[in-house]
C-alpha cells in the first residue's frame, strides 16, 4: 500500500472526528439558551397571578367593565423557576385605585419576591354637583347628579352613592359639574355657634335637662362647649341632634 492511501484514510478520520465534535458543540449552544429559558419562571405566569389578585382585591359594586392588566416586564429580567405556588400581597390599602402595585412571591429553595404594577379599568358611578352649591349647604336629590366615569378620572375618597351624603355638607361653594368627595364635603354642623341648646345630662339613673349657649359649631358627635344659661359654668358636650346636646354625669 503506497503512502497516499494511508494518508487519506488518516484526513478522513480526523475531518469525521471533528466535525463529529463540531457538531455536539453547535448542539450545546443551541440549546444553552432553550434550557436556560425553561429554568426560569415565565413572565406570563407572574403577571397572570398578579391581575386575578388586583381583580379580588376591587369591590365592584357600581363598577362595570373591569378589567385588570400588569405592566410588561423586561425581558431581560430572570428569576429561577419556582417550584411551589406563587404568593402574592398588597403593597397599599387604598380602595379601588386605578394603579396598584401587587408583590409577587416564590417561597421555594431559591426564593424571590417582585413588584408587579397593575392598571385598573372600569366605569363607575359617581356623584357631581347639578348646579352650584352654597359652602355649607346639604347636599340633597336636586342638586345631584350620577354620571358614569372611567375608573382612573374620579378623585381620590370620591363619593359614589347617595347614602353616603348622609350628615354631609359643602366645605365651599361648589360648582355646578363639580365631582363630590371628602375633599369638597364635610360633616354637617347641626349646632351653630350662638344657638340656645338643651343640655341633657345623664348618669347614675337620673337625667335632668336645663337651657344653654353653644360656643362653637357642632357636627353630630362633637364635643362643643356650652356655657349653662342658670350657673354660667361651661361644660364639653357632645351634639345630638340640631337642638340638643348630651352631658355625661
Same mark, same amino acid.
Given at each position: 500500500?503506497?503512502? @497516499?492511501?494511508?494518508?487519506?484514510?488518516? $484526513?478522513?478520520?480526523?475531518?469525521?472526528?471533528? $466535525?463529529?465534535?463540531?457538531?455536539?458543540?453547535?448542539?450545546?449552544?443551541?440549546?444553552?439558551?432553550?434550557?436556560?429559558?425553561?429554568?426560569?419562571?415565565?413572565?406570563?405566569?407572574?403577571? !397572570?397571578?398578579?391581575? !386575578?389578585?388586583?381583580?379580588?382585591?376591587?369591590?365592584?359594586?357600581?363598577?362595570?367593565?373591569?378589567?385588570?392588566?400588569?405592566?410588561? $416586564?423586561?425581558? !431581560?429580567?430572570?428569576?429561577?423557576?419556582?417550584?411551589?405556588?406563587?404568593?402574592?400581597?398588597?403593597?397599599?390599602?387604598?380602595?379601588?385605585?386605578?394603579?396598584?402595585?401587587?408583590?409577587?412571591?416564590?417561597?421555594?429553595? %431559591?426564593?424571590?419576591?417582585? @413588584?408587579?404594577?397593575?392598571?385598573?379599568?372600569?366605569m363607575a358611578e359617581a356623584l357631581y354637583t347639578a348646579r352650584p352649591v352654597l359652602r355649607g349647604e346639604a347636599l340633597v336629590t336636586n342638586s345631584i347628579e350620577v354620571r358614569q366615569v372611567p375608573l382612573q378620572d374620579l378623585p381620590l375618597n370620591a363619593i359614589r352613592s347617595m347614602d353616603e351624603l348622609?350628615?354631609?355638607?359643602?366645605?365651599?361653594?361648589?360648582?355646578?359639574?363639580?365631582?363630590?368627595?371628602?375633599?369638597?364635603? %364635610?360633616?354637617?354642623?347641626?349646632?351653630?355657634?350662638?344657638?340656645?341648646?338643651?343640655?341633657?345630662?345623664?348618669?347614675?339613673?337620673?337625667?335632668?335637662?336645663?337651657?344653654?349657649?353653644?360656643?362653637?359649631?357642632?357636627?353630630?358627635?362633637?364635643?362643643?362647649?356650652?356655657?349653662?344659661?342658670?350657673?354660667?359654668?361651661?361644660?364639653?358636650?357632645?351634639?345630638?341632634?340640631?337642638?340638643?346636646?348630651?352631658?355625661?354625669?
Amino acid at each position: 500500500m503506497g503512502i @497516499y492511501p494511508v494518508i487519506e484514510k488518516i $484526513m478522513v478520520k480526523f475531518l469525521t472526528t471533528s $466535525m463529529s465534535g463540531f457538531g455536539l458543540l453547535v448542539a450545546s449552544i443551541a440549546a444553552g439558551p432553550a434550557a436556560a429559558q425553561q429554568d426560569n419562571h415565565p413572565h406570563e405566569d407572574i403577571q !397572570r397571578v398578579a391581575e !386575578r389578585f388586583a381583580m379580588a382585591q376591587i369591590d365592584t359594586t357600581g363598577l362595570t367593565d373591569v378589567r385588570a392588566t400588569a405592566n410588561a $416586564m423586561d425581558s !431581560r429580567l430572570t428569576l429561577k423557576r419556582c417550584e411551589q405556588a406563587l404568593e402574592t400581597f398588597a403593597t397599599s390599602s387604598i380602595p379601588n385605585a386605578s394603579r396598584l402595585t401587587v408583590g409577587v412571591r416564590c417561597n421555594g429553595q %431559591k426564593p424571590w419576591t417582585l @413588584y408587579v404594577p397593575v392598571s385598573v379599568e372600569a366605569m363607575a358611578e359617581a356623584l357631581y354637583t347639578a348646579r352650584p352649591v352654597l359652602r355649607g349647604e346639604a347636599l340633597v336629590t336636586n342638586s345631584i347628579e350620577v354620571r358614569q366615569v372611567p375608573l382612573q378620572d374620579l378623585p381620590l375618597n370620591a363619593i359614589r352613592s347617595m347614602d353616603e351624603l348622609a350628615g354631609l355638607e359643602a366645605s365651599r361653594a361648589l360648582s355646578a359639574g363639580t365631582a363630590l368627595s371628602l375633599n369638597t364635603l %364635610k360633616a354637617r354642623q347641626l349646632i351653630k355657634q350662638g344657638q340656645q341648646v338643651v343640655i341633657r345630662a345623664s348618669g347614675r339613673g337620673i337625667q335632668v335637662k336645663m337651657a344653654g349657649t353653644a360656643l362653637k359649631n357642632g357636627a353630630s358627635g362633637e364635643l362643643i362647649p356650652v356655657r349653662n344659661s342658670n350657673s354660667g359654668r361651661i361644660v364639653q358636650a357632645a351634639v345630638i341632634d340640631d337642638s340638643t346636646v348630651q352631658v355625661n354625669m
